[in-house]
């Protein structure tokens, strides 16, 4: 019943920005969180940031900290990713995720979230 679709993925240049969106539709409901993930080739997908829906909290990777921004419009029922100062190991293939219910775990935990979408590559040339 529920879809996530992913966009704004590129090409760019160290330093550059770019803003990801991911849309669901097929919802009663609204979820408990929403985040992102990304993996790179050769590694384990990683958390980078999530969003508590009912009161946008946030919460962010270290490595993202202050060049990332987690955010959700209600009316679109969107979430997005503003990504600033972007490096070359921010290259992956990024992941936005739905969690349904209430986890007893953090939001970094990769299980605890029920529908993702397919992925967007973002690619940061040196």
């Known amino acids: 019943q529920v879809q996530l679709v992913e966009s704004g993925g590129g090409l760019v240049q160290a330093g550059a920005s770019l803003r990801l969106s991911c849309a669901a539709s097929g919802r009663t409901v609204s979820p408990f969180a929403m985040g992102w993930f990304r993996q790179a080739p050769g590694k384990e997908r990683e958390f980078v940031a999530a969003?508590?829906?009912?009161?946008?909290?946030?919460y962010y990777s270290d490595s993202v900290k202050g060049r990332f921004t987690i955010s959700r419009d209600n009316a679109k029922n969107t979430m997005y990713l503003q990504m600033n100062s972007l490096k070359p190991e921010d290259t992956a293939a990024y992941y936005c995720a739905a969690r349904r219910r209430y986890y007893s775990g953090t939001y970094s935990t990769i299980g605890s979230y029920d529908y993702w979408g397919q992925g967007t590559q973002v690619t940061v040339s040196s």
């Open positions: 969003i508590r829906w009912s009161d946008r909290t946030t």
